[in-house]
C-alpha cells in the first residue's frame, strides 16, 4: 500500500527557514510530477511548488525566488526549503505525488503544519 508521509514543519519566526520532506513508499511506480500543497482553514488548497520527473519546476508567484522544490527520483523523496518566511506562509502543508500517464494515481500525504509567527 502506497504511503506518502510529510515530515518538517513546525513554529519558526518571520524571516526564518524552514525545510519540508516527503518521502513516498509502497510500490509507486514512476511518479512524474511531485508536488507541495498548503491549505489554511476556509481557503481550497493551493500548489505552492511542483517539479517534474524531468526536473522542470514551478512555483507560485509568492514562493517563486523564497522556495526551493527537489526531488530524488531514486528514493522517491521530495524536500522543500522555504526561506525568508512570512506570517503569511502559516499553512498546512501537503505533499503530492501523480502519474498522469497509465497507470495513473494521485496520492496526497497527511500534511505537516507550518506556523510562522514572532
Known amino acids: 500500500q502506497v504511503q506518502v508521509v510529510e515530515s518538517g514543519g513546525g513554529l519558526v519566526q518571520p524571516g526564518g527557514s524552514l525545510t519540508l520532506s516527503c518521502a513516498a513508499s509502497?510500490?509507486?511506480?514512476?511518479?512524474?510530477?511531485w508536488g507541495w500543497y498548503r491549505q489554511v482553514p476556509g481557503k481550497q488548497r493551493s500548489l505552492v511548488a511542483s517539479?517534474?520527473?524531468?526536473?522542470?519546476?514551478d512555483y507560485e508567484d509568492s514562493a517563486r525566488g523564497r522556495f526551493t522544490i527537489s526531488r530524488n527520483n531514486a528514493k522517491n523523496t521530495m524536500t522543500l526549503q522555504m526561506d525568508s518566511l512570512k506570517p503569511d506562509d502559516t499553512a498546512v502543508y501537503y505533499c503530492?505525488?501523480?502519474?498522469?500517464?497509465?497507470?495513473?494515481?494521485?496520492?496526497w500525504g497527511q500534511g505537516t503544519q507550518v506556523t510562522v509567527s514572532a
Open positions: 517539479v517534474t520527473s524531468g526536473g522542470t519546476t
Open positions: 503530492n505525488v501523480r502519474r498522469r500517464y497509465i497507470p495513473t494515481y494521485n496520492y
Open positions: 509502497g510500490g509507486i511506480f514512476s511518479a512524474d510530477v
